[in-house]
Structures are given as C-alpha cells and as structure tokens.
Nanobody, 123 residues
C-alpha cells in the first residue's frame, strides 16, 4: 500500500525559503506521476509542481522560477524547494502520487495523497 508522508512546513517571512519533503512508502513502480498541490482557506486545491518517472517537471505559473520540484536518486523522497516566498503562497501543501503516464497535473486526479503540511508566509 502506498503511503505518503510530508514534512518541512512552517512559518516564514516574505522573501524567505522553505523545503518540503515527501517520503513515499510502498511505491516501487517504473512509471508514475508525483506532484505538490496546495489549498488555501476558501480556495480550491491547485497544482503547484509535478514530476514524472522520466524526470519531466511542470510548474504553475505563479511559482515558476521560485519553486523547484525534485526527487532523490532512490526516488523515495519528493522535495519542493520554495524560495522568494510570498504571503499568497500560504496554504496547506499536499504531496500526491499516481501510477502510469501521462500525468494528470495540474488536475488533482491522483490516487494517493499525504496528510498535508502547513506553510505560512507573513508579510
């Protein structure tokens, strides 16, 4: 059974940086999609960044150039490096995974989800 566990959220001032991590357990597939999504209070969940088993990455326009999605060599840890954070980046961030290609990102049609980690950016 696939389990995703996020960590690394917290509070930071505008302009600061945070790094989110997502540990994937029971996930040993050759073709897959993984991504980071976020949901702010009163707003719909939105895709932030996605990556597939070929290493291709996709970013939401609002975070392009500031956020970087990556995986470790074992492909067991998904990371999101967030730089130049803005108050509008404040949200609950979720790690998601799915099998096969192509990836649904930025749609949130992913079968596996983590519990979320809170990111708060103050001005």
């Amino acid at each position: 059974q696939v389990q995703l566990v996020e960590s690394g959220g917290g509070s930071v001032q505008a302009g600061g940086s945070l790094r989110l991590s997502c540990a994937a357990y029971g996930y040993t597939y050759n073709t897959y999609c993984m991504g980071w999504f976020r949901q702010a209070p009163g707003k719909e969940r939105e895709g932030v960044a996605g990556i597939d088993s070929d290493g291709s990455t996709t970013y939401a326009a609002s975070v392009k150039g500031r956020f970087t999605i990556s995986q470790n060599n074992a492909k067991s840890i998904l990371s999101l490096q967030m730089n130049s954070l803005k108050p509008e980046d404040t949200a609950m961030y979720y790690c998601a995974a799915d099998l096969g290609l192509p990836c649904a990102f930025p749609r949130d049609d992913y079968n596996y989800w983590g519990q979320g980690t809170q990111v708060t950016v103050s001005s």
